[in-house]
């Protein structure tokens, strides 16, 4: 093991476990983020306690993720799934919890805590104090981002987050930006210090996301095989835009009548955030829209079906409200699949505008529309963008992600254990 590189990492993850199955409740890009970064970090030889809150007395207090990578299920709270409005109340039994769990090993048992999200950064600052080491965060997303661009029937992020985030950014030791855009919002929103501040990309796992055969995909999921395929893939909720989807397919029939017994728009996750307090909101749109024979409601799937879902795809579409990278855009374009994304945050780095791609710079349905209809009218344009899709997610691995996390983590706890000078 190189000098200066930690032996083992306290990962912080409040408000999600990485058992979770991501695409429901607040499972999603960040599960998938901590259960690969730990994989990797712990078969290079740095083992990984995740940190959790148990959401119900059936868990283990241990469980073993992998080799090395053990999630701890910390009680804070009832056990039942509270929305993250809540979780602020729970944090300091969650903290005594995860103190209290440290404080039964020899002394210096963690190298490193490394908070996943805003809440979790708040238990990783008491930590750091308590336990004399670094502190890097990963906030995944950002509440003066999300409130500036406020999806409707959204509800705007609460004081408390605005300030707890602020607090977080002050006290980390190093800030992990997915991309540059959010490294950038990091500095002029929250006025993080600049050197303190890293850009690391996400990755994706490209041994199971890769191209397979489109008419298989379709065969194994019953799917057309000659139809035009749109699919949504992530949690049901106003963020997301899912209405989006369905409004711009309604577009497409009505300038297109012929497509309309070829049309599938697809939709894989469940409800999440305020999408909990309509989860039949889609249904009812898409009846609305005299589109119900149109739509699948698919639940959440283990990712070699997901895989299947993206390769059975015309386009994928993700026209997100805002984005701190943008996961399964890039898992589609790993697949081969065309993304159809919002012209927001980390999907400007995730999809590559006219070569893996389209970003859509508008909330407009129709343009949206008009995008998907060009695609379907021009199959050259369409295989030239799978290869694109396909060239651009080759450059995103979660072994490259790991590399640059172990040289940051490297660098902190060699600056923290440096004499400070008299």
């Not at 990783?124 to 661009?149: C, D, F, I, Y």
């Not at 800030?175 to 929103?189: G, W, Y």
């Not at 283990?302 to 390769?311: I, K």
């Amino acid at each position: 093991m190189p000098p200066g590189q930690p032996r083992r990492i306290a990962t912080v993850s409040v408000h999600t476990s990485p058992l979770e199955q991501p695409g429901t409740g607040d499972a999603g890009g960040l599960n998938v983020y901590v259960v690969e970064v730990a994989r990797r970090l712990a078969a290079r030889g740095v083992e990984v306690d995740i940190f959790t809150r148990a959401v119900s007395r059936d868990q283990p207090q241990v469980a073993e993720l992998a080799p090395g990578v053990l999630v701890r299920h910390l009680p804070a709270g009832p056990f039942e799934d509270l929305d993250k409005q809540d979780l602020p109340g729970q944090l300091c039994q969650f903290t005594f919890e995860l103190l209290r769990t440290e404080a039964a090993h020899a002394p210096g048992r963690y190298d490193l805590v490394h908070g996943h999200y805003w809440l979790s950064g708040q238990v990783g600052a008491v930590a750091k104090e308590r336990w004399g080491v670094p502190l890097v965060q990963s906030m995944h997303t950002l509440g003066k981002v999300k409130n500036a661009a406020l999806a409707t029937g959204d509800a705007a992020e609460p004081a408390v987050r605005l300030r707890g985030e602020a607090e977080v950014v002050a006290s980390a030791d190093r800030l992990v930006a997915n991309t540059e855009d959010e490294a950038r919002q990091l500095i002029d929103r929250y006025d993080a210090d600049p050197a303190r501040v890293a850009t690391i990309n996400p990755g994706v796992d490209l041994s199971l996301f890769r191209p397979g055969s489109q008419a298989e995909a379709r065969r194994q999921l019953g799917l057309p095989a000659d139809g035009v395929v749109l699919v949504f893939v992530g949690r049901v909720q106003p963020l997301k835009a899912p209405d989006v989807v369905l409004h711009a397919a309604a577009h497409l029939l009505r300038d297109e009548p012929g497509l309309a017994d070829r049309l599938t728009v697809a939709f894989v996750g469940g409800p999440s955030g305020t999408g909990r307090h309509d989860p039949d909101g889609l249904t009812e749109l898409a009846s609305q829209l005299g589109m119900g024979g149109q739509v699948r409601l698919e639940p959440p799937c283990p990712q070699p079906e997901l895989a299947q879902w993206y390769r059975a795809a015309t386009v994928v579409m993700v026209p997100s409200y805002s984005e701190s990278f943008g996961l399964v855009a890039m898992e589609a374009q790993a697949c081969g699949t065309p993304v159809v994304a919002a012209s927001v945050g980390g999907l400007r780095t995730a999809v590559r505008d006219g070569y893996s791609g389209v970003l859509v710079d508008s909330r407009d349905p129709g343009r949206y529309a008009r995008v998907v209809r060009d695609l379907i009218a021009s199959p050259a344009t369409l295989a030239r963008l799978r290869h694109g899709a396909r060239q651009h997610a080759s450059r995103f691995s979660w072994s490259a992600t790991v590399d640059s996390l172990l040289q940051l983590y490297t660098a902190v706890t060699t600056e923290a254990a440096a004499p400070v000078d008299a």
